[in-house]
């Protein structure tokens, strides 16, 4: 995961003063920052797909803070939003958490506390996108079997047999060992936990029987 070593802390918040004062901070404390006066401005320039998390006022002009995390949960869902603002109150704490984010901070917040909520954050993001493009790598290899082969793959994972499989499909048990080889080999798979493993992780179990009764 070391990629995210270079992740941003993307400031928002309409208070010049404050949010280049925190910038400052965390620049000093090993991060990258990057400022911003309004949600707007935010979403102009940000970069999907950047590995980082959000400093998010909840008062700013034109989005407010909740209209933004709103945008980014379609946008960017695996950015974590660390609320950092003066004008909280509970039931927009109770929003945001319910939305989300990673944690509501009212100003001042002490230095530690700041910098280990953002440590927070970051690992999360690391860890979800990990998995994200992991999933991603697992479905690019599902892509590469062929018709017959995710047929084999979906009674596979359902416990079929292969005599079974043969069965099913109209098939000598020779073939569906010979598929079934093709397609453990294209899918990384080493063993029948593994195959169904790999299965249970995307949600493809559901999705493969369905394929069949197609």
């Given at each position: 995961m070391g990629e995210y070593l270079e992740?941003?802390?993307?400031?928002v918040d309409d208070d010049q003063s404050f949010r280049t004062a925190v910038g400052r901070l965390l620049a000093a404390s090993g991060f990258r920052v990057a400022l911003y006066e309004s949600g707007d401005q935010f979403l102009a320039q940000f970069a999907d797909g950047e590995p980082g998390c959000v400093l998010l006022d909840l008062g700013l002009p034109g989005l407010s803070g909740l209209e933004l995390?709103?945008?980014?949960?379609?946008?960017?869902p695996l950015l974590p939003i660390v609320f950092l603002t003066g004008r909280?109150?509970?039931?927009?704490?109770?929003?945001?958490?319910?939305?989300?984010?990673?944690d509501f901070l009212e100003k001042p917040t002490p230095k530690e506390v700041l910098l280990e909520t953002i440590g927070r954050a970051l690992h999360r993001y690391a860890l979800q996108r990990f998995e994200q493009d992991r999933?991603?790598?697992l479905r690019r290899r599902l892509a590469n079997l062929t018709p017959r082969e995710f047929e084999v793959f979906g009674?596979?994972?359902r416990g079929r047999?292969?005599?079974?499989?043969?069965?099913?499909?109209?098939t000598s048990e020779r073939t569906v060992k010979a598929h079934r080889h093709n397609l453990m080999e294209k899918l990384g798979a080493r063993s029948l936990a593994?195959?169904?493993?790999?299965?249970?992780?995307?949600?493809?179990?559901?999705?493969?029987?369905?394929?069949l009764q197609r």
């Open positions: 992740a941003v802390v993307h400031i995390q709103d945008r980014l949960a379609e946008k960017a909280g109150d509970i039931r927009a704490t109770v929003q945001a958490m319910k939305a989300g984010a990673e999933k991603h790598a009674l596979i994972v047999l292969n005599k079974q499989i043969a069965q099913a499909l109209g593994e195959t169904v493993s790999l299965a249970e992780r995307l949600g493809l179990i559901d999705s493969a029987a369905d394929q």
